[in-house]
């Protein structure tokens, strides 16, 4: 693919370079918050549920954890009210997946990651493809409607929260 460039100075192109672009794009739009929308998949398929990932180690913190808890919950509310009860697991810090690490996309400033979001940022794991029961209630259109209404209506109360100036 010709339009792939190497974003991370390491003269190689990987998934790294899309990360950063990704991250690049949020920060030359001038975004208030970055949500990276996901559904989860690991060898393990009785593993299911959402997570909604946020890093402890950032400038503020304390509003990527606000963001993180208010879209877990509402993302929970759309499905239970959609019919489906996904297994929650919260607001997770990314640190604690990845035994101190983080995530690419939530990560401070490091040796891998040269120009980190310059906003509150989260990662939304929906359901499991991976989980019968999760990739069953994702066949559904009202539950994937739901997990649409739930990154809307969380992003939604943060804004109340915390208004764009």
Known sequence: ???KKDLTADSKVTVSDDLQARVDAANGSGADVFV???FNGIADPNRKGTYVFWDPDRPYADKSRSLAEMVDAALIKAMKDAGYSPEDHGATKDTAVLGGDHYYLLSPKT?????????PAIIGEGLFLTNDDDANALKKEQVVEAIA???AE???AYFAKYPVN
């Open 1 to 3: 693919n010709g339009d």
């Open 36 to 38: 990276s929308v996901h």
């Open 111 to 119: 040796n891998l990651v040269e120009r980190p979001s310059q906003m």
């Open 149 to 151: 209404k739930g990154y």
């Open 154 to 156: 969380g992003i939604k």
